[in-house]
């Protein structure tokens, strides 16, 4: 019975000493600063998993292994070798991670904090989003109808004005007219991408990054490869009608999904571009105005008949 006692009151002191007083001594800001890594590492994680920056960064923590062993165990030579590549570590995983960190940074860089929106101007950018994206998909439905290859960018908070440059300024209203006779196969802008930025159609024509994946479909072209490239190094959204079938894709945050039509492509259009998520007040709003208008028109019908 003693020995079961004297048992219960170490394992009592084990568990206050190395439990309990640890967790006193945590204050808001140890909790705040705690969640911010976790929130950075999570963010570094997502960067990785799906670029050659996870082998990169395997390879480094082997390098890391086999300095540690080499310490430990007192070798020399390794020593020697890996206390050297310690004084250039910082710059060559910089230069390894290059691509990856630029796209980070732009990421992060292109993301707004501040969006407060007055009502009005709420309802007027739904009005407008909405006539939109029913010319975007009205032209993309007929071009994947006749199989017309086609490539569309919409661009968000990341500029792309380096891609802009490489095509051919335009500066028009989205019309399903303008985006069907720039994709005719015999139209000399059909070949490149169209860029669309704060509702207008910029340019034609544009050249786009190709993608270093090595995991993508290889039934998929240039054009895939393309959209798929520009959204690996920024926010935007990139449509894609297939010369060959047809079919029409979306190509966001490096990933590609497939086989849209007219109602699914709209209603994706809408999830991305924010139309779906407004304010429920500026909905109501809009709503209001769009009944006053039907009541107007229909008593100027009404007035015109008498």
Known sequence: MFGAGT?????????????????????????IDILLLSLVLFFVYRLIRDSRAWKLLLGVGIIVLMAGISSI??????????GNIQQ???????????????????KVGGTSITGIKSISAESRELASKSAQIEAICTAV????????????????S????DFIKSGVYIDAAISPYILRNIFFDKAPLHD???????????????????????????DLGTRHRAAIGLTEISDAIVIVVSEETGIVSI???????????????????NSFMSVAGI????????????????????????????
């Open 279 to 306: 304010s429920d007040t500026a909905r109501h709003a809009m709503e209001k105005t769009h009944k006053k208008d039907k009541k107007s028109k229909k008593k100027d019908a009404a007035d015109s008949e008498q």
């Open 88 to 106: 250039l570590g910082v710059l060559a995983i910089l230069i390894l991670f290059q691509p990856e960190l630029r796209t980070a940074l732009e």
């Open 141 to 156: 439905n007929d071009l994947s109808r006749d199989k017309v290859g086609a490539l569309i960018v919409i661009e968000k």
């Open 7 to 31: 048992t219960l009151a170490t394992a009592k002191e084990f568990f206050f000493t190395y439990f309990l007083e640890p967790v006193k001594q945590i204050w808001i800001k140890d909790i």
């Open 192 to 218: 490149g991408a169209v860029i669309i930025r704060d509702g207008r159609i910029c340019a034609a024509g544009c050249f786009l990054p190709l993608s270093t994946k090595n995991d993508i479909n290889k």
């Open 251 to 269: 190509a966001s945050e490096g990933n590609l999904q497939r086989n849209y039509n007219y109602s699914t492509l709209k209603q994706e259009l």
């Open 158 to 161: 990341t500029k792309l004005g």
């Open 73 to 82: 165990f007192d070798m020399s030579a390794l020593s020697f070798v890996f």
